[in-house]
């Protein structure tokens, strides 16, 4: 079965780095998807891309966010900056347009930022 | 615009018991309700979904979600709790158009008593 591909499972980092989230999305997808967990709290939407352009985003998406589809199947997300509060748990999911169907969402990349 | 609303963060049952955890959605358009499952530490997992079609649908390890649009309802259940099944549970809705961007609500802590 087709799955969407998160690495790395689990990044640490200090405080202001930039660190780069990246995804690999079902291959015939078309829409793809950046959720935010943090700890003990529900899953939040962050933004979304299709037709390499954001469509829509969240207030939590903002200027230390970006968002890149770089090589037609990779699809990152980049903090440039980190703070402490970004540590979260951060799902990518990708769906493929057609009806009747979800979003798939990927494993998840736990950020811990210290 | 869309909204869930998960009624009771914590549920306790007793193992053998009847689980029931209480969603209730808000959409402007036909909805897709979802129910996914998270056990510690781990990512999302699709339980089930409706989309279309039956409204009494039936996920994996024997759980089930009947959506009530005269309710705006989509409760999950499931007929005997096993240990297996304490984990956090989330409803989730998103549009039935083209564009899948998912809404959770603030999830269902089940704890299954021996």
């Known amino acids: 079965e087709p799955e969407v591909t998160q690495t790395p499972s689990h990044q640490v980092t200090q405080m202001g780095q930039e660190v780069i989230l990246r995804c690999v999305p079902i291959?015939?997808?078309?829409?793809f998807y950046w959720y935010r967990q943090i700890l003990g709290q529900k899953v939040e939407f962050l933004v979304s891309?299709?037709?390499?352009?954001?469509?829509?985003k969240s207030e939590i998406f903002d200027d230390q966010f970006s968002v890149e589809r770089p090589d037609g199947s990779n699809f990152t997300l980049k903090i440039r900056s980190t703070k402490l509060e970004d540590s979260a748990m951060y799902f990518c999911?990708?769906?493929?347009?057609?009806?009747?169907?979800?979003?798939?969402f990927g494993q998840g990349t736990r950020l811990t930022v210290v | 615009a869309q909204s869930v609303t998960q009624l009771g963060s914590h549920v306790s049952v007793s193992e053998g018991a009847l689980v029931l955890l209480r969603c209730n959605y808000s959409s402007s358009v036909p909805p897709y309700l979802f129910w996914y499952v998270q056990y510690p530490n781990q990512g999302l997992q699709l339980l089930l979904k409706y989309t279309t079609g039956a409204t009494l649908v039936k996920g994996i390890n024997g759980f089930e979600a009947e959506f009530k649009k005269s309710e705006t309802s989509f409760h999950l259940t499931k007929p005997s709790a096993h240990m297996s099944d304490a984990a956090e549970y989330f409803c989730a809705v998103s549009s039935s158009g083209g564009y899948q961007k998912v809404t959770f609500g603030t999830g269902t802590k089940l704890q299954v008593i021996p």
């Open positions: 999911a990708s769906f493929s347009g057609q009806s009747n169907t979800e979003a798939f």
């Open positions: 891309f299709y037709n390499n352009e954001i469509s829509e």
């Open positions: 291959s015939n997808h078309l829409y």
